[in-house]
């Protein structure tokens, strides 16, 4: 069992930056590929950007391409995801989540792959 925790979220003008962590506790969290993904009210939740286990392959959508930027750092257990040049547009719950991969080297971008989830972490970017 792993438990995830976000951090990092606040009100921000628009232009500019913050970054979001995700704390893992409960177990080696150094197999395990992470996804960021947001909800704003009334939308589905939407993919962000995912990470495999040792960082080395990583993926964005394309409202995160050029902005946001997702990386770890397992001897922390935590996973990061710097957003610059931030929009309105971006306010959100942000969500991290996780699934063992048992090092394969996947990474995943649909919210069904994902078996942990942390409580969301609340990003608003005024204009």
């Known amino acids: 069992q792993v438990q995830l925790v976000e951090s990092g979220g606040g009100l921000v003008q628009a232009g500019g930056s913050l970054r979001l962590s995700c704390a893992a506790s409960?177990?080696?969290?150094?197999?395990?590929?992470v996804g960021w993904f947001r909800q704003a009210p009334g939308k589905e939740r939407e993919f962000l950007a995912a990470?495999?286990?040792?960082?080395?392959?990583?993926s964005y959508a394309d409202s995160a391409k050029g902005r946001f930027t997702i990386s770890r750092d397992n001897a922390k257990n935590t996973v990061y995801l710097q957003m610059n040049s931030l929009k309105p547009e971006d306010t959100a719950v942000y969500y991290c989540?996780?699934?063992?991969?048992?090092?394969?080297?996947?990474?995943?971008?649909?919210?069904?792959?994902?078996?942990?989830w942390g409580q969301g972490t609340q990003v608003t970017v005024s204009s």
């Open positions: 989540a996780a699934r063992d991969t048992n090092y394969s080297g996947k990474y995943y971008l649909s919210a069904y792959e994902y078996a942990y």
């Open positions: 409960g177990r080696t969290f150094g197999s395990y590929a």
């Open positions: 990470i495999n286990w040792s960082g080395g392959r990583t």
